[in-house]
């Protein structure tokens, strides 16, 4: 088992640009999250899918998108990227909800917003 | 929403027990306390959950008293790859998983 998968590991956009974040899971979880991790602090949650075919917004969901097409993929795309959403993003997922449940994560996407 | 303090660092040497407190005073009826560690450019790693009493697991143990209001994380005899930052997340619903900063623990020899 691979676990959780993130595609890229580092990118570096122009602002304006767009690109698409690929998370991967074969653990056959129903629930999936992206995460954004900034310096020095924890990390916030942008969106959160409890399915196939469902998404949710989270904490800080202005300025992304998300979509699970099929239940092993969870992809995070920015439109139009700023400065602003330079981070490390982490994508993980879960049997459950969780609040009650252990989060597997992924090993982080480092995207640098010039 | 049940926000959570921990202390920013702390500091101990190998083979050391270490406790990691977390105050969460607004904690709710439905919520779990959980703990996860992050190594540096890594995804954090779940390490334990309680809602209650103690738990405790081959790595560590989660005490947690009766008000609910704080728990500790206890980790026995830690070792030099003990170095991370340790989360404290308390939650109840999606739009409530907020990692706090953390404590980073530094193991010295």
């Known amino acids: 088992n691979a676990g959780v998968t993130q595609t890229p590991k580092f990118r570096v956009l122009k602002t304006g640009q767009s690109m698409t974040l690929l998370c991967a899971q074969d653990m056959n979880h129903e629930y999936m999250y992206w995460y954004r991790q900034d310096p020095g602090m924890g990390l916030r949650l942008i969106h959160y899918?409890?399915?196939?075919?469902?998404?949710a917004k989270g904490e800080v969901p202005d300025g992304y998108n998300v979509s699970r097409l099929k239940k092993q993929n969870f992809l995070l795309g920015l439109e139009s990227a700023a400065p602003s959403q330079t981070s490390v993003y982490f994508c993980?997922?879960?049997?459950?909800?969780?609040?009650?449940?252990?989060?597997?994560f992924g090993p982080g996407t480092r995207l640098t917003v010039l | 929403l049940a926000k959570t303090t921990q202390p920013i660092s702390m500091d101990s040497y190998e083979g050391q027990e270490v406790n990691i407190t977390c105050s969460h005073n607004n904690i709710a009826t439905n919520d779990y306390i959980t703990w996860y560690q992050q190594f540096p450019s890594q995804g954090p790693r779940f390490i334990i959950q309680?809602?209650?009493t103690k738990v405790t697991n081959e790595v560590a143990s989660l005490f947690i008293p009766a008000d609910r209001k704080s728990s500790t994380l206890s980790l026995p005899r830690v070792s030099l790859s003990d170095t991370a930052v340790y989360y404290c997340?308390?939650?109840?619903?999606?739009?409530?998983?907020?990692f706090g900063t953390g404590t980073r623990l530094l193991v010295s020899p």
């Open positions: 309680g809602y209650k």
């Open positions: 993980a997922s879960s049997w459950a909800e969780a609040s009650t449940d252990t989060q597997y």
């Open positions: 997340l308390v939650v109840a619903g999606f739009q409530k998983l907020v």
């Open positions: 899918s409890v399915g196939e075919g469902t998404t």
